[in-house]
């Protein structure tokens, strides 16, 4: 069964930043995308960042873009989310997610095939 596993999760002051990873098992890594999506409490999942299979292709959503940079090492199975220059309103559950459509950098959660857990972001005032 196919897993994935992020970590880096913390609280840290605006302005602070985080990185987060995700490991990924039971699928061969350099034949998806992948992407993170967020959750803040009482809203819809939306799309943060995604990276195409070889890394040559990235997308950005508008409210990060400048401020995080995903990329991914496809020996080691992981993906990446730099994220600097972090605001409040970045908090939230962050999630990696894994697309068979490997050259697609999509905004669509419904077009990934995979999910991990989720890992808590915090950013405080």
């Known amino acids: 069964q196919v897993q994935l596993v992020e970590s880096g999760e913390g609280l840290v002051q605006a302005g602070g930043s985080l990185r987060l990873s995700c490991a990924a098992s039971?699928?061969?890594?350099?034949?998806?995308?992948m992407g993170w999506f967020r959750q803040a409490p009482g809203k819809e999942r939306e799309f943060v960042a995604a990276?195409?299979?070889?890394?040559?292709?990235?997308r950005y959503a508008d409210s990060v873009k400048g401020r995080f940079t995903i990329s991914r090492d496809n020996a080691k199975n992981t993906v990446y989310l730099q994220m600097n220059s972090l605001k409040p309103e970045d908090t939230a559950v962050y999630y990696c997610?894994?697309?068979?459509?490997?050259?697609?950098?999509?905004?669509?959660?419904?077009?990934?095939?995979?999910w991990g857990q989720g890992t808590q972001v915090t950013v405080s005032s």
């Open positions: 990276i195409n299979w070889s890394g040559g292709s990235t």
């Open positions: 039971r699928l061969t890594f350099s034949s998806y995308a």
């Open positions: 997610a894994a697309s068979f459509q490997k050259n697609a950098v999509v905004p669509l959660y419904s077009r990934y095939d995979y």
